[in-house]
């Protein structure tokens, strides 16, 4: 092409050279080679989760269900150009929430990194990589379904609390009938004969 030397083996977003870590040389449904670390970027700034849009043609790829970014299909065009201990790839997680890709090397199954890597390359790879955070979305824009004055969250407390409220009510009418009309009435017609007894022995 009139692209010399291994210009074909860099990012077009980033523009540095694939790797089999990271900068995993990345197949979209479109034709288009991007990294997976700038493909993640795109993923945790988009609100669409479960594909990825083309920066160059903007069309969308949809991502493998329960795996996303890592289990898209490598070029391996790209990849059989990569220096032979760069070759063989190990898997690659990336955590959206947290908006981190990192390497489950640790683990059995997933080969050693430091086994196909040069020690001098090896420094250069973090096991774990930061693509940013995504982008929250504003709660703000929202009403709260419960108003700010009611402390009470669920529907029966609150129905329990009106209940208390109107036992109490009623209690306190009534013990305010009982102490302002039944009891004057009582001690009036009970302290009748008593006082007229009292006034008539003191003389
Ligand atoms: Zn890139
Ligand atoms: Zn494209």
């Known amino acids: ?67 996303g970014l890592p289990a898209l299909d490598n070029n391996l065009a790209v990849l059989r150009r990569l220096p032979s201990g760069m070759r063989s790839v190990p898997s690659i997680r990336f955590s959206r929430d947290k908006g981190k890709l990192y390497t489950t090397s640790s683990g059995s199954g997933g080969p050693e990194p430091s086994s196909f890597l040069k020690p001098t390359q090896l420094s250069s790879v973090s096991l774990s990589l930061d693509v940013g955070q995504p982008a929250h979305r504003s709660s703000s824009d929202t009403p709260p379904r419960t108003p700010a004055w009611l402390p009470f969250r669920s529907s029966s407390c609150y129905y329990m609390a009106i209940g208390f409220v109107l036992i109490f009510t009623v209690a306190l009418v009534l013990s305010g ?7 004057p ?19």
């Open 1 to 67: 092409g009139s692209c010399p030397g291994a210009c074909e083996l860099e990012c077009d977003i980033c523009f540095s050279g694939f790797d089999n870590v990271f900068k995993l040389p990345k197949l979209l449904a479109c034709g288009h080679t991007f990294c997976l670390e700038c493909l993640a970027r795109i993923n945790v700034s988009s609100e669409t989760v479960s594909s990825v849009s083309c920066p160059l043609c903007r069309r969308l790829t949809p991502l493998p269900s329960g795996k």
């Open 185 to 203: 009435t009582r001690s009036i017609t009970g302290a009748g004969p008593s006082g007229r007894n009292g006034t008539t022995q003191r003389p």
């Open 177 to 183: 009938i009982f102490l302002f009309v039944i009891v």
